[in-house]
């Protein structure tokens, strides 16, 4: 069976309101309640695709987005391994990633999963180490934009047989993004600077930071910030109208006040100065309409009345 790139299905599946036709037509689609034909071969974001010969039973999901996905797909008791803080209703998988980030190599192992499910941003060599353990196939869920997110999900949808619920969930994330992105028609963009700790902030390349744009803000440092903190000093001099902080980053109104390099800073003087939970903007899941609302919000406090 011929792979079919992920990137060649959600066109696709924007175009149809219903995602009635991800498939394109290049594989056959299931339709309601139909069992999902197997195999199926997805690309998703690692270099090479997966693909599966039947149904999955042991799911390990490294990353928080994917499981919330995976959960959304109704597949979450399917689930035997989660990161440290995804709760999965009505069930209690392993905790195979702590807060860090860093995975349980051995216990993921332990679970004997047939599918292991992560982003980028896992230890790739943890991962192959993983897989070559186990077998088990190998998705890397595209996470650097929305419409990542919404790729992703019709890719598990394939993957877990959950396609139909899949165009659902797509559709629904759609939906909401048009509803706010028909409100913040009439606003004009607002420049930001975004701080996710120690005033590290993000590229435009990044689920935050291209939700930052469409919501209608400009980061003061630019598409392609390097990886360590933001110079004090540029940030004072761009002054930018919001501070946008998200929830384990530990800035505070009062701690920018306190520090003498940030307190003349118009968002600071002007309490311009919004917390966002870091869960809703950080994760590519299936919350990830509610994350853009949030920063949306913050930025444009008069279109959300």
Known sequence: MPVVPSS???????????????????RAEPLGTLEQPY???????GDQPTTLQGRVQRIVALDPGSAELIVALGAGDRLVGVPTDVKVPGASPEKVVRRTGTIDVGGAIALKPDLLVGTQTADQLDVARIQRATKAAVYIQPAASLLNVEQGAIDLGYLVGEASEARQLVGRIQQDVATIQTKLAGEQPVSVFVDTGFFITVPDRSLLGDLVKRAK??????????????????????????FLATSDSDATLESLRANPITADLDAVKKKRVVIVPADLVSRAGPRVAHGLEEIARALHPDAFP
């Open 217 to 242: 803000g400009t980061s003061i440092a630019g598409p392609s910030p390097g990886p360590g903190p933001y110079p004090l000093a540029d940030l004072r001099e761009a002054n930018p109208r919001f």
């Open 8 to 26: 060649r299905l959600l066109p696709c599946a924007l175009l149809l309101a219903a995602l009635a036709g991800a498939g394109c037509g290049e």
């Open 39 to 45: 195999p199926v071969t997805v690309q998703g974001a």
